[in-house]
């Protein structure tokens, strides 16, 4: 999880609205301090290196860059690689941070986007993550197993844990 150093990149100067979407990635190495009955082979280990990447944007432009990282996924899994995937919305579980009316609106545009994609997908009640909904992606190898790979968060805490802003 590299968000605090992708937080600090935004915040080290003063924001301004058109500046936006801010897009940060990067290649780390992580470690999980895993169980070691819970380590499985190359699917479960204690360090691997990640792909994570933050967009910083303002609400109005949530939809676009849904949207923009779907079409990406389709083509890094469908296009280059011949993934099948699956798209699982994963929706406010039980101890979650945050606004009731927060979550429903970023509910509410996780869905909307997922409709317009014209892709099949599955409500998972309760299985987002403490801070926000999230899109799980889940692609097919080739024994027809399915592995989570992506996911596609929606975080309005971030921005205020770290104090996040833009100005007009």
């Given at each position: 999880?590299?968000?605090?150093?992708?937080?600090?990149?935004?915040?080290?100067?003063?924001?301004?609205?058109?500046?936006?979407?801010?897009?940060?990635?990067?290649?780390?190495?992580?470690?999980?301090?895993?169980?070691?009955?819970?380590?499985t082979g190359l699917t479960?280990?204690?360090?691997?290196?990640?792909?994570?990447?933050?967009?910083?944007?303002?609400?109005d432009q949530i939809g676009?860059?849904?949207?923009?990282?779907?079409?990406?996924?389709?083509?890094?899994?469908?296009?280059?690689?011949?993934?099948?995937?699956?798209?699982?919305?994963?929706?406010?579980?039980?101890?979650?941070?945050?606004?009731?009316?927060?979550?429903?609106?970023?509910?509410?545009?996780l869905k909307e986007v997922?409709?317009?994609?014209?892709?099949?997908?599955?409500?998972?009640?309760?299985?987002?993550?403490?801070?926000?909904?999230?899109?799980?992606?889940?692609?097919?190898?080739?024994?027809?197993?399915?592995?989570?790979?992506?996911?596609?968060?929606?975080?309005?805490?971030?921005?205020?844990?770290?104090?996040?802003?833009?100005?007009?």
């Open positions: 999880m590299n968000c605090p150093g992708h937080c600090i990149m935004y915040s080290h100067m003063p924001r301004t609205y058109n500046e936006l979407p801010m897009r940060y990635a990067d290649f780390g190495v992580l470690h999980r301090n895993e169980m070691s009955g819970a380590l479960r280990v204690r360090r691997f290196q990640q792909d994570d990447a933050h967009i910083f944007c303002r609400k676009d860059e849904i949207r923009g990282c779907l079409d990406f996924l389709s083509y890094c899994y469908e296009t280059v690689f011949g993934f099948t995937f699956k798209l699982n919305l994963a929706t406010r579980p039980e101890g979650f941070l945050g606004e009731i009316s927060t979550w429903n609106e970023a509910e509410a545009d997922l409709d317009e994609s014209g892709r099949k997908w599955a409500l998972n009640e309760g299985d987002g993550a403490f801070y926000g909904p999230k899109i799980d992606i889940t692609i097919q190898d080739a024994l027809r197993r399915y592995h989570q790979c992506a996911t596609i968060q929606l975080d309005f805490q971030l921005p205020q844990r770290f104090d996040l802003s833009y100005f007009e």
